[in-house]
């Protein structure tokens, strides 16, 4: 049917994150010692105004996430929407700031490739088992359950399900958690997103979330990046949040969330440290700067918080 051709397309989208991450951290960007398990080719070449966008993606979404398990001091959850292929629970065990539990949720494919790449991998299987109380590691084909790691087979859209399948694995709303969604709401109709968002913000009492995605979609450059993903039947369906920075933050703050911040990539690129972005714009000559800027301009980070718990977290 169309919505299967729809979903499939989304789900597409989870290859061009890890294969760009994973050119990425090949030029030396940024470090991560499991891309390479996920995927294997380092895979044709990327732009480096491409390039440094997920300098910028990345780390942005790192300094939120490492601030909230500092403020949390790793009493906490995390509950990735639409993990895809993400490495951060490997990066966080190595460094030592792993929260109580870490949740990952994808659609039921994506999830037994995943998972598939972790039985075979053992960089990848041995972080969980040496975290693992027992010998009995829940593992099958659309779900991987260990004590500290767990990855979820379900469609964002159906919170019924979602909830279920959260609890069996042991969530608990009164902990402190921290939702992520990296490009994965703007697939999602504005209706199913705020519906998301409202749950949310209604099961867990201290909470944040962290979301990356597109924003200033009503210009011409914003148009031309509608079109090169409806090019590969790819359609923005939540695109009509992404109109502008008050558009995003607005969408929080009628599901319930206490405050929220919002900064386009441009802004954060600007405030990572300058040393490191000093390098990694040596790292590829960059001709066309305007390019980079366009490109910058045209995502964001937004994140909310709800603090029953008084962490304040309202200053991260
Ligand atoms: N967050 C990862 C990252 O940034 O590397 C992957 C991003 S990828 C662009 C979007 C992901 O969201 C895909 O893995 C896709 O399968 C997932 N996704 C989109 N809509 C979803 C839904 N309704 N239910 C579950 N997963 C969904």
């Not at 499939?8 to 989870?14: G, I, K, L, S, Y």
């Not at 601030?67 to 490495?87: E, H, I, M, R, S």
Request: glycine content about 4%.
């Amino acid at each position: 049917t169309d919505s299967d051709t729809a979903d499939e397309a989304v789900r597409a989208t989870c290859d061009d994150a890890s294969t760009c991450k994973r050119f990425a951290t090949s030029k030396g960007y940024w470090t991560d010692l499991y891309a390479q398990y996920f995927v294997r080719q380092i895979g044709e070449r990327k732009a480096p105004e491409i390039n440094r966008g997920y300098y910028g993606r990345v780390r942005g979404m790192n300094l939120l996430i490492d601030a909230f398990l500092k403020k949390t001091q790793c009493y906490c959850q995390v509950v990735n929407l639409g993990a895809g292929l993400d490495t951060t629970f490997w990066r966080l065990k190595d460094e030592n700031i792993m929260p109580k539990k870490f949740f990952e949720v994808d659609f039921p494919m994506i999830v037994a490739r995943k998972i598939h790449h972790i039985k075979t991998k053992p960089p990848l299987s041995k972080p969980l088992i040496e975290t693992h109380s027992t010998d009995s590691l829940l593992l099958d084909g659309h779900s991987l359950d260990s004590d500290r790691y767990c990855i979820i087979g379900a469609d964002l859209r159906d919170l019924p399900a979602l909830e279920e399948k959260l609890k069996k694995f042991q969530i608990n709303p009164e902990l402190p958690t921290l939702f992520l969604s990296e490009c994965v709401l703007v697939y999602m109709t504005p209706e199913k997103s705020s519906k998301l968002l409202n749950w949310v913000a209604d099961t867990f009492p201290t909470a944040m979330f962290i979301n990356y995605e597109q924003v200033n979609m009503n210009d011409r450059f914003g148009q031309i990046m509608i079109e090169n993903l409806q090019r590969r039947q790819c359609n923005l369906a939540g695109v009509d949040v992404c109109q502008s920075l008050d558009s995003q933050k607005e969408r929080f703050l009628s599901a319930g969330w206490e405050s929220v911040n919002a900064l386009d990539m441009m802004t954060v690129y600007s405030m990572l440290p300058w040393e490191d972005v000093a390098r990694i714009e040596r790292l590829e000559f960059l001709d066309e700067k305007e390019l980079l800027h366009q490109l910058l301009q045209h995502y964001c980070i937004c994140w909310a918080v709800k603090d029953k718990l008084s962490l304040g977290e309202a200053s991260i």
